[in-house]
């Protein structure tokens, strides 16, 4: 089996070369072809190893594939972990990749950067694969920084709009801030566990469960909770947690497809995975775990408040990303593993969804990304405009769904919780609901109901990093390689949940995989009341979060298409309210003026007072004038006379022959 796993991380890793490097010579065909083909190799072996390790019931495989150097005992290495987590994140990053792949043909056929653009995709898709299939922490190091690299790339790929310079940049600094928390427990884990594999670390984390440490001199720190939180420092950066979330607005700067493939199966979830990962240690520091539900909570609720405001179409689904993010980080805080990666499961199809149905629209739409200047698609847009449906109703847990089963899951988890903070977080996640519902039908109608607003002229909208102009346009459908991939997304979106729940919630799916300590077991509280996934469908409809949802998509409904000129009364009234959201809590200035200016300040007071005063100053110039000075007193004594050199030789051998005499 070890030929496959490694087949199924290097087959997208050869397509990105071939298309990165050969890819004017080849031809934009053959690029996407040999992509393509590659991202499909590693599905459709992904599919086997599911079959192996799921269906079959074969053990897990944990070994190294190569040692990297030895270092006093300590060994680092590549390896491969293959468990039933791992097989269902190889599963979803593959197939969600694949769609994105076969979408691009279509949304990027007229981009100059064709060639490079799906050598970065497949790199990406590499890096994640090399993430999700580690069994280590260097490896995971690697994966976790390969995919921010080309997130980096992905995100400016359209490298002479300024905004995505700015937005890939914002990306990359906010990243490194998380990665400085996540190197750092890395390097506890190192320097107390003396091991990198994961199996060393989690066999011996029992035994520090109560060791305390010295952070500052005189005050005792829980081991375990210091490495926890350092660790999910990192996951807040990746999965853009308050307040390292400011990145995820902006990567919408990059074409639609990444946007897709980041937001839906892999930079984003990367964290909820590897916290799902570290389970074992996190069961050890409910101090940890009331950080994480605080954090998660605080994400789920206000990141949804921001998603009301937003006209780019785009940018309310990213926000949604923020939003549903928070919901599985709340799960994780409440020791609930299993449904945040059940989540994070359904919510990568429907997201992709989501996404590329955004992207279908704009296609159809000439480019066109302010919903104000949509409306009445459904008739030019049919299939969009179902598939766009069915992501909708997922997204907002409407019984059924794929996200229904995820999302009520997690909401009941925490309601069975007792650690600390899970009361606000209850609130959070179920007033995280209706804020849900509304912003996602509030974009639903705008796009594809009420008035045909498009029929006026407007300005051209630079998703294509093309400038734009002023014309009417005329919507029309997406060609088949842009709605194929839509319709393969929607079918998961709808059954995927129903199907799984049973086996990955309340079975043995995940046993000796997720740790939980008897104590925090809130799904085993859930268990207790599943009667299979039509009971519990069926009891969805009487739930508080059911009405919650549908008071959500009532009011957008009645705000947008009934009556409009409600919105512009609530701004109005509510105006203070609405420049806080617009300013997005003011995050960005506040990042801007403290640690973007504070820096630049920073470093003129340095160059102030460092360079120019102490280096330039004191020692550079400042030597240069005291040798300077020195010289010009003792050239005096270089007179030229050889009787005056005489002289002095005498005299100094005099004093000499003195101090000897006299000694």
């Not at 921010?148 to 490298?159: D, M, P």
């Not at 698609?377 to 997204?395: D, F």
């Not at 360079?611 to 004038?625: E, P, R, T, W, Y």
Request: aromatic share 14%; charged share 10%; net charge neutral.
């Amino acid at each position: 089996m070890q030929n496959i796993y490694l087949s199924i991380v290097i087959a997208p890793l050869v397509g990105a070369l071939i298309a990165g490097l050969f890819g004017k010579k080849i031809g934009r065909s053959a690029s996407h072809w040999v992509t393509i083909g590659g991202v499909g190799i590693s599905f459709f072996l992904s599919l086997l190893v599911f079959q192996h390790h799921v269906i079959q019931g074969a053990a897990a495989y944990n070994d190294t594939v190569y040692t990297w150097m030895v270092v006093d005992g300590i060994k680092f290495e590549v390896g491969f972990l293959i468990d039933n987590l791992t097989v269902m994140m190889m599963t979803v990053v593959t197939f969600v990749s694949l769609m994105v792949h076969i979408y691009t043909i279509g949304y990027m056929s007229d981009d100059s950067g064709y060639q490079r653009f799906f050598s970065y995709i497949s790199l990406f898709t590499f890096s994640m694969l090399m993430l999700v299939m580690s069994n280590n922490f260097l490896q995971l190091f690697f994966g976790w920084e390969a995919v921010g690299v080309v997130s980096y790339l992905l995100i400016g790929f359209w490298f002479k709009k300024p905004t995505a310079i700015y937005a890939n940049m914002k990306a990359f600094l906010v990243n490194r801030v998380g990665d400085f928390g996540f190197l750092l427990g890395i390097a506890g884990v190192l320097m107390y566990f003396n091991s990198l594999d994961y199996a060393d670390v989690f066999r011996a984390a029992p035994l520090f469960a109560t060791k305390t440490i010295e952070i500052i001199p005189g005050t005792e720190w829980s081991l375990m909770s210091v490495v926890c939180i350092l660790l999910f420092i990192g996951a807040m950066g990746k999965s853009a947690q308050i307040p390292l979330h400011v990145w995820l607005p902006d990567s919408m700067e990059g074409p639609t497809p990444i946007s897709a493939l980041i937001h839906a199966a892999t930079m984003v979830t990367a964290g909820i995975f590897m916290v799902s990962r570290m389970s074992p240690l996190f069961e050890l520091s409910t101090t940890a775990l009331s950080f994480v539900l605080v954090i998660g909570a605080l994400t789920a609720l206000f990141m949804g408040f921001l998603g009301i405001i937003q006209n780019d179409i785009k940018r309310v689904v990213a926000y949604s990303t923020l939003s549903q993010l928070g919901y599985m980080t709340v799960a994780l805080g409440v020791s609930a593993y299993s449904a945040a990666v059940f989540h994070l499961m359904t919510h990568a199809f429907f997201k992709a969804l989501l996404f590329l149905g955004a992207g279908s629209v704009i296609i159809g739409m000439h480019h066109e990304q302010d919903m104000r200047k949509m409306g009445g698609l459904r008739k030019y847009m049919p299939i969009t405009w179902i598939t766009s449906l069915v992501g909708s109703l997922a997204l907002i847990g409407f019984p059924g769904f794929s996200g229904f089963y995820s999302k009520d899951s997690i909401i009941e988890a925490v309601h069975a919780s007792n650690i600390a903070g899970s009361g606000f977080a209850y609130f959070a996640v179920i007033v995280g609901v209706f804020v849900t519902a509304f912003y996602s039908f509030r974009m639903y109608f705008l796009v594809f109901h009420g008035e045909e607003r498009f029929r006026h002229n407007h300005h051209h909208a630079e998703d294509s990093g093309i400038h734009g102009h002023d014309h009417a346009v005329t919507p029309h459908e997406s060609p088949w390689v842009v709605t194929i991939p839509l319709i393969m997304l929607a079918l998961p979106s709808v059954v995927i949940g129903g199907k799984t729940i049973g086996s990955i919630l309340f079975g043995d799916y995940f046993s000796g995989v997720i740790y939980v300590e008897h104590e925090h077991d809130t799904i085993a509280h859930i268990a207790e009341h599943f009667h299979g996934a039509f009971s519990f469908a069926m009891h969805g409809f009487i739930g508080l979060p059911f009405w919650l949802a549908m008071a959500g998509v009532g009011s957008a409904w009645f705000i947008y298409m009934k009556r409009p000129e409600l919105a512009d009364a609530f701004k109005s009234k509510l105006s203070p309210v609405y420049n806080l959201l617009e300013r997005k809590y003011g995050f960005d200035e506040f990042n801007q003026a403290v640690f973007a200016n504070g820096s630049v300040n920073l470093g003129k007071c340095l160059w102030k007072f460092g360079d120019a005063a102490l280096i330039d100053g004191v020692i550079v110039n400042g030597s240069a004038k005291v040798i300077g000075w020195v010289a010009s007193i003792v050239r005096h004594v270089q007179s030229g006379y050889l009787y005056h050199y005489a002289f002095a030789m005498i005299i100094g051998l005099l004093g000499m022959l003195t101090w000897i005499v006299v000694r």
